[in-house]
């Protein structure tokens, strides 16, 4: 059924969550799963005597946490004995969704995981969300895995 799924991860709880559904599914179909991480680098207004020297310290710290969370992904594939690709794409200025539907296309995903947040109203009016992007734009299936929310999120009364 599913014998290439293509996982978005970027080290969010929700991300963890679409990272375990997809293993699960390869486990099931003996599919291969590529996890992919998506830097962006905002545009910013830099001092050039003073600015590049962040920008860079802050591209570092971007490329460790990408390096890190794609290594998670690496033990998980080699712990559940599923067969496993990571790649870091930088988005360089196309949107997170854009690059993930382009990716899925490329790598003949036959499924699309991922992670929402599972904002509403003004919090997801205000942020957008990739998860919606992606669900609109590909052709391929995708599946959305909502994070779990915290006690603290709970409204009190339910």
């Keep these: 059924m599913y014998k290439r799924i293509l996982v978005?991860?970027?080290?969010?709880?929700?991300?963890?969550?679409?990272?375990?559904?997809?293993?699960?599914?390869?486990?099931?179909a003996q599919s291969t799963v590529t996890a992919v991480f998506v830097a962006e680098h905002a545009a910013q207004m830099v001092d050039v005597g003073i600015g590049l020297i962040d920008q860079q310290s802050r591209s570092t710290v971007s490329a460790e946490a990408a390096m890190a969370t794609l290594e998670d992904a690496r033990a998980l594939f080699e712990q559940r004995g599923v067969r496993g690709l990571t790649r870091v794409l930088d988005a360089y200025g196309e949107d997170i969704a854009g690059v993930l539907c382009r990716i899925a296309g490329e790598c003949e995903a036959d499924l699309v995981v991922m992670?929402?947040?599972?904002r509403h109203g003004i919090g997801r009016l205000l942020l957008g969300s990739v998860a919606e992007a992606?669900?609109?734009r590909t052709e391929v299936p995708v599946l959305l895995v909502r994070r779990e929310r915290d006690l603290d999120e709970i409204p009190s009364g339910l």
Excluded: K, N
């Design 115 to 118: 992670g929402t947040h599972g």
């Design 8 to 28: 978005a991860i970027d080290g969010s709880q929700a991300a963890q969550l679409a990272l375990q559904e997809a293993l699960t599914i390869a486990e099931a």
């Design 134 to 136: 992606v669900l609109r």
